[in-house]
């Protein structure tokens, strides 16, 4: 047998980053939906909501709630339809998914909250900023959508997850992180093995259709933000522009930060639909920062 070799001083895993957070992770119902959700920190301090994109899981932000949970009440889900939460036989849209969202902040007795969201994740943050400005607070939007819908882009997310989900092999899991994140350093076991977990699972066979539901063009127009939409988003946000990212991501990122009248831009240009993921080092002190004051140098 091949002994595998670890670069001890490279390796990276969830836990390591979650080694020293005293978090507790359960499940709770919410609007009638079983719904995996991760706290840590002091419940009375202001609340940060994390949601992660499409298919995903709270792991996404494993490396950032470390920092997070020492000035802030941290609550990070798998949103309806996704990782291990409930995935009932409904249409996902940003509609339902920024409901969820809004009722885990009731569940939890917030009525304000900073909002961090990575690509679905980022567009249900956005409909929440825009629809319910009385519970957003600061915004940091990564990867976002929800502006434009090409046909290609679509495809190729139903492709790639399709493929994934009917064939929950390590090499199919691993290609479709492929697009996610840049440096294959980062494409840890952890991650790909907890979504071959999730995808495994019969009832993600059985709902995979429900999580593509954006990538039908007559529905995801219905759920796109306006330009005037989001010109209309009054809260102070900040937007990572990803170097490595596919170009859709990219341009929408440089696109709102146009139109929305209190956004700041962060070039990362290293890395690809994951930053805070790839690269903590760089991302955290930007977050935090933003968070405590707005800025971002």
Known sequence: MTPITIDADAYRSIWLHMK?????????????YRTRVVTAGDPSAPAVLLLHGTGGHWETFSALIPELYRERFVIAIDMVGNGFSDKPDIPWTTFLYAEHALAVLDHFGVERADLIGSSLGAWVVARIAFASPERTNRVILMSPAGLTASASNMARIKRQRTAAVENPEWTTIKAMFDHLIAEEKDKIPDIIALRQAIYRKPETLATVDRMLTLQEAGIREENLLSEDDWHAITAQVL???????????????????????????????????????????????????????????
């Open 239 to 297: 937007v990572i522009v990803a170097g490595k990212d596919v170009g859709e991501y990219t341009s929408t990122a440089r696109q709102i930060l146009e139109l929305m009248p209190n956004s700041v831009g962060f070039e990362m240009p290293h890395v690809a639909h994951w930053p805070a993921f790839e690269d903590p080092a760089t991302f955290n002190p930007v977050a935090l920062r933003f968070l405590a004051s707005g800025e971002v140098r």
């Open 20 to 32: 020293e957070v005293p978090f507790t992770q359960q499940f709770i119902e919410v609007l009638g």
